[in-house]
């Protein structure tokens, strides 16, 4: 390959990552946004801030129904016109939410989003792998995912913003001209794909997985309302659990199934979904502990917690341009296992806070934890596509998007039920600062799980993807 071939492909593999990334941002920043506006939201509705939790949680179900059909739905009709048609549908969930004068109304436009969002994403990440060759691919995951981090840094201040100064619809109608962008970017740069030869329809598969997935994402939510175990909360996590054992084994006995468990011999796409939910889960807490910590345990204002917590997304954009020479440099075993312990170790510092801990040293601690994840999110999603067969991408990014869902799911369930735990071992009833010391160790020590899985990583896995061989 010539220097000027080289080029020309790498800078096309730069341009479609920046045009799913676009999507990507379009999500994260919706997601951070409506957090902010909910009260707002629940005021012009005229309904309790409470009950549009339904809201969040139908979005997060559409997600657990519509994510694993999206490989086989990508190959039936054309990764590029699946990407582009659920850049439509988000936009008009968008649209439907500022029309809405019901909580109903909203629940269900939110849902419409979600069909959206789980088709973007992971079809998405999927154009870019079949486009990018390996050598190249730690530099595109780079690409796809700093301006998605910006997503969590300016959601916030743009909700806000908006929310004080503007009607909350706003919130909604900005997805509008960020739509239409990726839309027309969409159609005119990612590349034209024919529909792939694919099998029938796991119908099955399908009902089963929406059940096991939905079940477990709505336990989890309940968890987030710190009352202690509920029969409710119980009974969906159990039968969550059922259904995913249920759908486990009839993944295997059919000959094409809604998500194919048997790419998890293949030892770096392994790593990546059992390596990477057991260290999803642990980090998962931070976003539900953290600020708990901040505002009930510290006192702090949300403004004033939110000022502590953004650092992480900066440390993650810092280290984003780096990623790639790091892995180059030591390999995904050695990243995986000494980046992965350093991570671990920031997430279990976070539980030595006390209320008068300089804030310079927690925006310190936290700064640094979002530079070691960074390196360690780009690491895991990257070494999934090491060793995978183009016409096996789709199946696994499916299994590896189901399998990211389902962990920041048990990351608040965790968080939830080690705090529970610390105020029960303590015989409290109420909430104090010293409960969060022993949640952030426990969470830590789950995260800290995933690093007996990637010592099982071969000394040289993924060396071509890393660029350490020809």
Known sequence: MTTEVAVAKTAGTRTIALVVAAALFMENIDSTILSTALPTIASDLDVNPLALKLAL???LISLAIFIPPSGWIADRFGARRVFASAVLVFMAGSVACTTVSTLEGFVVARFLQGMGGAMMVPVGRLIVARNT????????????TMPALLGPVLGPLVGGIIVTNYPWHWIFLINIPISLLCLGLALALLPREAPRPVGRFDGWGFLLSGFALSALMLGSMEMTEMT????????LLAFGAMMMAVLVWHCRRVPQPILDFSLLRIATFR?????GTLFRTGIGAIPFLLPLMLQLGFGLSAIQSGA??????????FMKPVN????RRFGFRRVLLVNGALAIASLAAIGLFRADTPHLLIYAVLFLGGCLRSIQFTSLNSIAFADLAQDEMSRATSLSSAAQQVSLGLGVTLG????????????????TAADFPPAFLIVALVSGLSLLVFRRLPAEAGAQMAGRRA
């Open 308 to 317: 502590l917590t953004f650092v992480s997304a900066l440390g993650a954009l």
């Open 324 to 327: 790639a020479l790091i892995l």
């Open 57 to 59: 949680t139908s979005y």
């Open 133 to 144: 060759p390996k050598q190249g691919f730690v530099a595109a995951m780079t690409w796809l």
């Open 271 to 275: 790593s990546s979904v059992l390596g």
């Open 416 to 431: 939830a039920t080690a705090v529970a735990a610390s105020m029960a071992w303590r015989g409290g009833d109420t909430l």
């Open 228 to 235: 202690g175990p509920s029969a409710s909360m119980l009974g």
